[in-house]
């Protein structure tokens, strides 16, 4: 059976990715990490370096201390300057014991002497007092005290030339230990055996050395470990000139010394002045990191070897699923397939696959949309009473299968209500209806679209709806609480969006989904009682439910078609649905305030329109007196005469008026754009979307006010601008014809038809006058 190109891809990948890598990370930790390695291993070393340089800085901070302390006794206060030490042995005796007591305090003293300059002794715990007459040194003490500084560091061959084993450094504390004229000093020495010792124990690699110099590079000492291996002191002396000779100072650097290298750090000592200095072989520090590197290495390697036997067994392996896959797809491996499939059945397998997933996204993509607008469909249905012939159970099971969980739960509606035309928003205008509400639906959607007990329904004609379930177990108040809660969200939101006027009716909570007609309503009905004009209102049916159960016969279609002659000023129309209300109020209506309550309705719908329309007469403007006139009113006779002289008759004029001094005002606005623009290419549509109104309505209204149309008003205005410039200029017909927005030959032809002549001919029979 024969194979394709990919069994010897994959093998040749196998190789590559299982093999290579690795021994490219051996060869990357060897030859890259180690130098990293090194990097951290020297600024480790660097660090222990600076925590010696600061113990020894440390060691000599406490042992000028431990002399400060010694100084500051009372045994050394004034009332030493004048005594006589040899009338006064006890004083004597307690210096004595004063100096042992400071030089046991501190292992690196090793002996103290007293100076007292008015009697020129030297006072020593081991050697006694000692007359400076018989020391050939004298003058070199009376230099003690003029110095400014009260504590210092000085040579000590200066004061003890045959000194023998005295470390060559001492320090001087003035006495008393405050004062501007000093009677004598403290001088202590330093033990320099223990320097040694300390010196050595603070290098912190066995190997390694260390040794003190003096800022010109003399020695002070070289440590302990030249005494065990004396052959490290020519080591020390190439060290010593290195760093005097290129004055490295707090900075490491490398040596090589027969064939080793070290690391070689050195610090200056703030209190004296010495340098300190300390090497490190390098191959103490790095041969635990070698040792590891080369492990990494060799396993690398060996790495590489297994890796090239397994990738060979995987890759017989690996082929088998690719092999069941063609076959799957519809292919063999030994059967005639197109070239391509033969040279890449991965390529064959990819393209199968994209297929399959392209049909099932356009599948899915298409049930999907189907599945929304069905869900959409069903709840428009359900709530507006048409699906009446199912049974609860029905409504229910098939609520389930749109994913809507409606076990142990009852039901409310939200109506919201909006008014985008207010004389305070001119963000729409009429025809705009159907774009508002659905704008209004789509941030319902976006607003429950996170809550799993909503829905919303565009009802169209500026009203949503939106279904809310709960369930059984939770409270009415709480229930209540919520829908009022997310009210108020409503609106505020709808109103910062589309800025329109938001009014929200909540109905009652209902266990049943065959109730939710009614239930819409009675919400509807909830919703006529709002205040006209009133921004952001929520009524409940919980307050009126009681009333609109009382007035189950209200005739609403018969409602909305009286409004909308009305709105259209038609007269005779109007009159004549409101004689059909009237007649369904004597039919149904048998109780005074029954009559009433329906005459209120409708003049509440009335009165809303009115606004809606942005029309005030004087009976309108005082709305309430309206209502006081018609609850003064007792039989149905008296309210139909009152309500067709009052309301339909003045309503019908002043919506005349308004309209008349509308159109007038609009044809106004639309002769002065054309005055300003009539050069422009101007147009119906142009000049509808610049004042706000539709094409059509422009149109009518412009024939209605100016008895003529459009494109004859703006040809005439076109024509005059061009007489005028006939007239009074020298322009050529073309550049006449460029300024009135006329091509050249248009021009001559509208002229003509116009006044009987060409636009030349005009100009020469101006001239001839």
Same mark, same amino acid.
Request: overall charge neutral.
């Given at each position: 059976m024969s194979r394709g190109n990919y069994f010897r891809k994959s093998l040749i990948y196998a190789l590559i990715?299982?093999?290579?890598?690795?021994?490219?990370?051996?060869?990357?930790?060897?030859?890259?990490?180690?130098?990293?390695v090194e990097k951290e291993v020297y600024q480790k070393n660097h660090y222990q370096l600076d925590q010696v340089f600061k113990r020894f800085d440390e060691l000599f901070s406490q042992f000028e201390l431990t002399v400060d302390k010694g100084a500051a006794n009372s045994i050394f206060d004034e009332k030493l300057r004048n005594t006589n030490f040899i009338d006064e042995f006890r004083v004597m005796q307690d210096i004595y014991s004063l100096l042992a007591v400071t030089q046991s305090s501190d292992d690196m003293i090793l002996r103290i002497?007293?100076?007292?300059?008015?009697?020129?002794?030297?006072?020593?715990?081991?050697?006694g007092a000692i007359k400076l007459k018989d020391e050939p040194n004298k003058a070199v003490y009376d230099m003690i005290l003029k110095s400014e500084d009260l504590m210092y560091w000085s040579d000590t061959e200066t004061y003890s030339p045959n000194g023998g084993e005295?470390?060559?450094?001492?320090?001087?504390?003035?006495?008393?230990?405050?004062?501007?004229?000093?009677?004598?000093?403290?001088?202590?020495?330093?033990?320099?055996?223990?320097?040694?010792?300390?010196?050595?124990?603070?290098?912190?690699?066995?190997?390694?050395?260390?040794?003190?110099?003096k800022p010109n590079g003399d020695w002070i000492t070289s440590g302990k470990e030249t005494e065990t291996d004396p052959d490290k002191q020519d080591l020390k002396d190439y060290i010593r000139g290195k760093v005097i000779k290129e004055d490295r100072n707090a900075d490491s650097f490398t040596v090589k010394w027969e064939g080793a290298e070290y690391s070689v750090a050195n610090a200056t000592l703030s209190r004296t002045g010495w340098r300190y200095v300390i090497a490190t072989p390098l191959s103490q520090l790095m041969e635990p990191i070698t040792l590891t590197s080369k492990f990494m290495l060799g396993a690398s390697l060996l790495g590489v070897v297994i890796a090239a036997l397994l990738s060979w067994f995987a890759s017989q392996r690996m082929y088998r699923p690719i092999k069941r896959l063609v076959q799957m797809f519809g292919g063999s491996i030994g059967s005639k397939l197109q070239e391509e499939d033969r040279s890449d059945e991965i390529k064959y397998i990819e393209n199968k696959w994209l297929h399959i997933t392209r049909e099932s996204r356009l599948f899915q993509s298409l049930l999907e949309e189907n599945r929304y607008s069905m869900k959409k469909g069903f709840l428009l249905q359900l709530i507006q009473g048409q699906l009446y012939f199912f049974s609860e159970n029905e409504l229910r099971r098939r609520m389930e299968e749109h994913g809507w969980n409606t076990e142990n739960k009852r039901f409310a509606l939200l109506l919201i209500q909006l008014s985008p035309f207010s004389e305070l928003s001119k963000r729409f205008v009429e025809g705009d209806e159907q774009l508002v509400t659905f704008a209004a639906a789509n941030i319902m959607e976006e607003l429950s679209g996170d809550k799993e007990n909503m829905?919303?329904?565009?009802?169209?004609?500026?009203?949503?709806?939106?279904?809310?379930?709960?369930?059984?177990?939770?409270?009415?108040?709480?229930?209540?609480?919520?829908?009022?809660?997310?009210?108020?969200?409503?609106?505020?939101?709808?109103?910062?969006?589309?800025?329109?006027?938001?009014?929200?009716?909540?109905?009652r909570t209902i266990h049943e989904l065959k109730d939710l007609p009614t239930a819409l309503e009675e919400v509807k009905q909830c919703l006529h009682f709002r205040n006209i004009g009133e921004h952001g209102q929520i009524l409940s049916t919980d307050d009126l439910i009681p009333y609109v159960k009382d007035n189950p016969d209200y005739?609403? +279609?018969?409602?909305? %078609? #009286? =409004?909308?002659? /009305?709105?259209?000023? &038609? !007269?005779?129309?109007?009159? +004549?649905?409101?004689? %059909? #209300? =009237?007649?369904? /109020?004597?039919?149904? &209506? !048998?109780?005074?305030?029954?009559?009433?309550?329906?005459?209120?309705?409708?003049?509440?719908?009335?009165?809303?329109?009115?606004?809606?329309?942005?029309?005030?007469?004087?009976?309108?403007?005082?709305?309430?007196?309206?209502?006081?006139?018609l609850f003064r009113l007792k039989e149905i006779d008296e309210i139909n005469k009152w309500f067709v002289n009052k309301v339909i008759h003045p309503f019908l004029i002043a919506l005349s008026e308004k309209q008349g001094i509308e159109m007038k005002q609009t044809i106004r606005k639309a002769k002065d754009i054309i005055d300003q623009e009539y050069m422009k290419d101007i147009s119906l549509e142009y000049l509808s979307d610049r004042i706000g109104i539709l094409p059509?309505?422009?149109?009518?209204?412009?024939?209605?006010?100016?008895?003529?149309?459009?494109?004859?008003?703006?040809?005439?205005?076109?024509?005059?601008?061009?007489?005028q410039l006939l007239r009074n200029t020298d322009l050529k017909v073309t550049e006449i014809a460029a300024r009135v927005g006329y091509q050249p030959s248009y021009l001559n032809k509208i002229f003509k038809k116009s006044e009987g002549i060409t636009p030349g001919e005009y100009r020469e029979s101006v001239l001839r006058l």
């Open positions: 990715m299982t093999s290579v890598p690795m021994a490219i990370i051996g060869i990357c930790s060897y030859f890259i990490g180690v130098n990293q002497d007293l100076y007292l300059e008015n009697q020129q002794l030297l006072v020593s715990n081991d050697r005295l470390f060559p450094l001492v320090l001087v504390h003035k006495l008393p230990f405050v004062s501007t004229r000093p009677y004598g000093a403290l001088l202590v020495y330093l033990d320099k055996s223990l320097l040694d010792k300390e010196i050595t124990q603070m290098n912190p690699y066995e190997n390694g050395i260390s040794f003190i110099i829905e919303a329904v565009n009802l169209h004609n500026l009203t949503v709806a939106q279904l809310i379930w709960f369930g059984e177990d939770k409270p009415k108040e709480q229930i209540k609480s919520e829908l009022f809660r997310f009210s108020n969200e409503v609106i505020t939101i709808i109103t910062k969006l589309l800025g329109v006027h938001v009014a929200v009716g909540v109905s005739p609403f +279609q018969i409602e909305k %078609e #009286f =409004i909308h002659a /009305l709105q259209m000023r &038609a !007269g005779e129309e109007t009159l +004549q649905k409101w004689n %059909e #209300f =009237i007649l369904v /109020l004597r039919q149904n &209506a !048998g109780k005074a305030f029954q009559i009433q309550q329906y005459m209120a309705q409708l003049l509440g719908s009335v009165l809303r329109a009115m606004m809606q329309l942005g029309v005030v007469y004087s009976s309108a403007s005082q709305g309430i007196n309206l209502y006081e006139q059509k309505r422009l149109s009518a209204i412009f024939v209605q006010v100016t008895n003529q149309n459009f494109i004859d008003y703006v040809t005439g205005i076109r024509l005059d601008k061009t007489k």
